[in-house]
T-cell receptor, first 116, second 113 residues
Framework: DTAVSQTPKYLVTQMGNDKSIKCEQNLGHDTMYWYKQDSKKFLKIMFSYNNKELIINETVPNRFSPKSPDKAHLNLHINSLELGDSAVYFC???????????????FGPGTRLLVL | DQQVKQNSPSLSVQEGRISILNCDYTNSMFDYFLWYKKYPAEGPTFLISISSIKDKNEDGRFTVFLNKSAKHLSLHIVPSQPGDSAVYFCAAIPNSGNTPLVFGKGTRLSVIA
């Protein structure tokens, strides 16, 4: 069974379009994340949701809007796509972090977005 | 400003030998460190972690060493196998709340048979 799944796996679209990427986790985790891996291969956090509530919103254009309908889902909607949005987007999830401890994040397979 | 640095973009090692992947960090608030392995067209998968209260954690062929005073950690793989060929990301978490991972740029390991 896939722990963290993303759809679609590949997305090719024209500049100016609006698109969504879906993410689902079946691990019972409380926290979900969206990361972007750019052309320089940096993996950077975009958003983090804990129990459907936004807790981290890095400096991301407001064309990007995450939506969490429930704890198991975190979707990413992108308006007015630009060439620079081309990247691989990874969803991840983790349990609530314990004080003084750490928590492994589990990643989805990634969505490869190409904006033409 | 890179808080987690992996200065070697690539590393080649003979099968059966030791692979040593290095990682340096600048933020003294990091207190938990992880290594992820990534194959092409897949998401990163967790490999091994270490808390800042330890200096070594071992899991089978994989050992992570942490030197807090030097702000340096390393991943040792011994013996290296061809299936270990992948990109390895070092990541760190600050000691507060539900914070995301801060990743290094990754090191591509090639294990040659």
């Amino acid at each position: 069974d896939t722990a963290v799944s993303q759809t679609p796996k590949y997305l090719v679209t024209q500049m100016g379009n609006d698109k969504s990427i879906k993410c689902e986790q079946n691990l019972g985790h409380d926290t979900m994340y969206w990361y972007k891996q750019d052309s320089k291969k940096f993996l950077k956090i975009m958003f983090s949701y804990n129990n459907k509530e936004l807790i981290i919103n890095e400096t991301v254009p407001n064309r990007f809007s995450p939506k969490s309908p429930d704890k198991a889902h975190l979707n990413l909607h992108i308006n007015s796509l630009e060439l620079g949005d081309s990247a691989v987007y990874f969803c991840a999830s983790s349990r609530q972090r314990l004080e003084g401890g750490g928590e492994t994040q589990y990643f989805g397979p990634g969505t490869r977005l190409l904006v033409l | 400003d890179q808080q987690v640095k992996q200065n070697s973009p690539s590393l080649s090692v003979q099968e059966g030998r030791i692979s040593i992947l290095n990682c340096d960090y600048t933020n003294s608030m990091f207190d938990y460190f992880l290594w992820y392995k990534k194959y092409p067209a897949e998401g990163p998968t967790f490999l091994i972690s270490i808390s800042s209260i330890k200096d070594k954690n071992e899991d089978g062929r994989f050992t992570v060493f942490l030197n807090k005073s030097a702000k340096h950690l390393s991943l040792h793989i011994v013996p290296s196998q061809p299936g270990d060929s992948a990109v390895y990301f070092c990541a760190a978490i600050p000691n507060s709340g539900n914070t995301p991972l801060v990743f290094g740029k990754g090191t591509r390991l090639s294990v040659i048979a």
